[in-house]
């Protein structure tokens, strides 16, 4: 039972994960994308439209291939979610207009569009191509215990775990992530150091988007094995929630996302009431509030939100 | 000291910016007619319905002239639409309202929904409690003061934060939304035993109907309220304050404002008319309390209150425009039998198309590839002359970053330093 409860919740965590790890790499170019929801949303439909015409490339559903069909998901939801960011960056940095509003109606778009365009989907093959999605490296039913945790999940759970760690790396680490956190602290100073604030707005808030709209893509094709009726919306604003909760650290968010999915997971696996579910439904965000208060009150520079966050750059409008 | 980029000076970074410097210039207008921005924004909405009945075909081939015909069957076609239309204007222009002292104050919130919804819950407890112990006047009345005070608490809450350790207010504000949305279902499943979470028509509080339609008690008092936040914001003290505090933090403390005096003055105003929002709702509308009460209209009013640049009167125009965008697309959507989300998309697109207009009312645009041409100097007309002339002062201004900003100059220093010891 506990390790069924631990290997579910991992395997849920990886929704947030994405979407937290995306919106992150986007938040430390300054750019509050508010529109993650709904770019996560486009990466599910980017991914499901994929799968599509990759099976309807195959003469029979016997011929699908796990390797291609998670592939072609994946590119295809990377690109599609990507779109999604490249309209927040153009309104953003090209068209100068408030992050707020762009974001917000980027959700609206996203998320309206995800149940429109899954519904007039035809999903005959999709759940054998989410069994393929779904395929641990051992199979959950027969084992157990800490291999079962460990070693029963799909590719897409331990890509995410890289992404993650990858990502920490090079923000903690390497030039570009300086370059892209002297951005979001303060981008007047770093354009005038030489480092193009609107270039690196741009391709942190197009590769956070396409790693978002993984979350998307795992949710419809892995988690629900390729049941497009749910919309993910919430979770794409837990996910958000997350990158503040982890406060802007992706190594972290890995750790994060695992108790946000737990929390979630508690109500089904522990007898609670109706009322004592939504309290434990409420929980993230609450902690994400005590979280952000405490930052903020007692915060060491490290785990400030960048100082830029939600303002856009100018060079005349200094 | 090693630069960030490690480049070997300023001056080489300069050059470099030369070479790749782009053929098209963005200046910001300032010679614009008075009747410029007011064509741009018509032409906007124009073209927002255009792009809106291509997307409408794109789903449905044949549904392109459609479009605009149920637009207006959907919204005016009777009576009954019509008043629907204007009372879906009205709420979207209280919450609006409520917003945008906030807003010209530059303090982002966005939790409009969640002190919606805790408007409502206030009014839904009292009639759930009390309804039918009282007289139905002083129920209403007492409705009234506990969405109010209940919803000015409510964002009470990030403001003290904000004013006290600059908490950042948009993150704060989005997360109580869905606290209050957590709230209500919880509430729910507390009144109702079932677990079915749906609470039903209640029998009390009823705001009396005028003229035997629902409704237009609602908008008579949504059209006050306009002209009080009009009045207050264009005429008072108070109004005057925080759009200095908006524009100017700094400006403010030296000239004696209280900052975080004003931030809370501001917010527990914003959280008052949220409450009003959230009673309209229950009391004057759906009788009931879901979670879905406020509908996404927390967030819709923001885009409202921006595209009408603050200015409470234009927001008429723009919540008008947006309630008929999203009431005639419903329609479309059911004739033509796309989905019910479909008016959501036609609502994005819609917003799209006017968030970029405003692009174009700001700034003008010029291409010249005058500057790219291998001869330089002798090639180049005057007007791009002119332009390098001013890029070079804008470099000059970045390496002296305290020389005209409008920020607080200390802080760009300060962190400046930081960046490049880190």
């Known amino acids: ?203 942190a808030t197009l590769i956070g988007s396409g790693i978002a709209g993984l979350g998307g893509l795992f949710f419809i094709m892995d988690y629900l094995t390729g049941s497009v009726e749910y919309g993910i919306d919430t979770y794409g604003w837990l996910a958000v929630a997350l990158v503040i909760f982890t406060v802007w650290k992706p190594n972290w968010a890995i750790l994060g996302s695992i108790l946000f999915a737990a929390l979630y997971n508690a109500s089904i696996y522990l007898n609670l009431s109706f009322t004592e579910r939504e309290i434990i439904k409420m929980l993230p965000y609450i902690v994400t509030v005590l979280v952000l208060i405490i930052t903020s009150i007692f915060g060491r520079k490290s785990v400030q939100p960048p100082a830029a966050l939600g303002t856009s750059y100018f060079r005349e409008e200094r | 000291m090693r630069s960030v980029t490690g480049k070997p000076s300023k001056f080489d970074a300069f050059v470099d910016k030369l070479k790749k410097e782009s053929p098209i210039h963005i200046a910001k207008r300032m010679d614009a007619p008075k009747w410029f921005p007011i064509v741009i924004r018509i032409a906007a909405v124009v073209a927002a319905f255009l792009i809106c009945a291509v997307v409408t075909a794109f789903f449905e081939p044949n549904a392109f002239g459609t479009f605009f015909v149920e637009m207006f069957r959907g919204t005016f076609g ?238 008429v125009i723009t919540a008008f425009l947006v309630a008929f965008m999203g009431r005639g697309a419903a329609q479309v959507s059911t004739i033509a039998n796309i989905g019910g989300s479909f008016a959501d998309i036609v609502t994005a697109v819609f917003f799209f198309v006017v968030i970029a207009s405003e692009f174009f009312v700001n700034y003008k645009v010029k291409i010249s590839f005058a500057h790219l041409k291998k001869d330089k100097g002798e090639e180049k007309s005057s007007e791009s002359l002119d332009k390098q002339a001013s890029s070079a002062e804008n470099d000059e201004a970045e390496a002296a970053p305290d020389s005209d900003s409008s920020e607080a100059p200390d802080d760009v220093v300060a962190s400046e330093d930081k960046e490049v010891t880190e």
């Open chain 1, 1 to 203: 039972m506990f390790w069924t409860f631990l290997t579910s919740t991992i395997k849920f965590s990886t929704l947030f994960l994405y979407g937290s790890v995306g919106e992150t790499i986007t938040e430390k170019s300054g750019h509050l994308n508010l529109g993650i929801p709904g770019i996560m949303c486009m990466g599910a439909i980017g991914g499901c439209y994929g799968v599509r015409s990759y099976i309807d490339s195959l003469g029979s559903l016997s011929q699908m291939s796990g390797f291609a069909v998670v592939l072609v998901g994946m590119i295809c939801a990377f690109l599609f979610a990507a779109l999604g960011g490249l309209i927040f960056s153009f309104f953003t940095v090209t068209l100068r207009c408030n992050q707020n509003i762009t974001g917000l109606t980027i959700t609206t778009f996203g998320v309206a569009l995800n149940s429109l365009m899954l519904s007039k989907l035809d999903t005959r093959g999709f759940y054998e191509a989410g069994t393929l999605f779904a395929k641990g490296i051992v199979d959950a039913n027969t084992t157990d215990g800490l291999v079962k945790v460990l070693f029963s999940h799909s590719a897409l759970v331990y890509i995410a775990i890289a992404i993650a760690i990858i990502t920490a790396i090079v923000i903690k680490r390497t030039r570009v992530g300086l370059n892209l956190r002297a951005v979001g602290e303060n981008p007047a100073t770093a354009d005038a150091a030489g480092i193009s604030v609107g270039r690196y707005r741009y391709f």
């Open chain 2, 78 to 315: 009777t009576e009954r639409r019509v008043i629907n239309l204007f009372w879906e204007t009205a709420i979207l222009l209280l919450i609006a309202l409520a917003v945008t002292p906030a807003f010209k104050m530059k303090f982002w919130n966005i939790g409009a929904e969640g002190q919606v919804l805790i408007g409502a819950l206030m009014s839904a407890t009292c009639i759930y409690y009390l309804g039918g112990k009282m007289s139905e006047g002083g129920l209403i009345v007492l409705c009234l003061l506990a969405s109010v005070v209940g919803s000015a608490i409510w964002t009470l809450i990030p403001a003290l934060f904000k004013a006290k350790w600059n908490t950042n207010e948009t993150l704060f504000t989005l997360m109580l939304n869905y606290i209050a949305t957590a709230l209500i279902s919880l509430v729910i499943t507390v009144w109702v035993k079932s677990g079915s979470g749906v609470v039903g028509i209640m029998e009390h509080g009823h705001l009396p109907l005028l003229g035997d339609q629902p409704y237009v008690l609602n908008i008579l008092i949504v059209a006050l309220i306009t002209v009080l936040v009009w009045v207050y914001l264009r005429f008072s003290k108070h109004g005057y304050e925080l759009s200095v505090v908006g524009e100017s933090i700094n400006t403010a403390k030296y000239i004696g404002i209280s900052v975080p005096k004003v931030i809370i003055r501001t917010m527990i105003l914003s959280g008052a008319l949220c409450g009003i929002a959230g009673w309209l709702l229950v009391n004057g509308a759906s009788y009931t309390i879901n979670t879905s009460l406020a509908g996404g209209r927390g967030f819709t009013a923001i885009l409202v209150s921006w595209l009408a640049h603050f200015d409470p009167l234009v927001m």
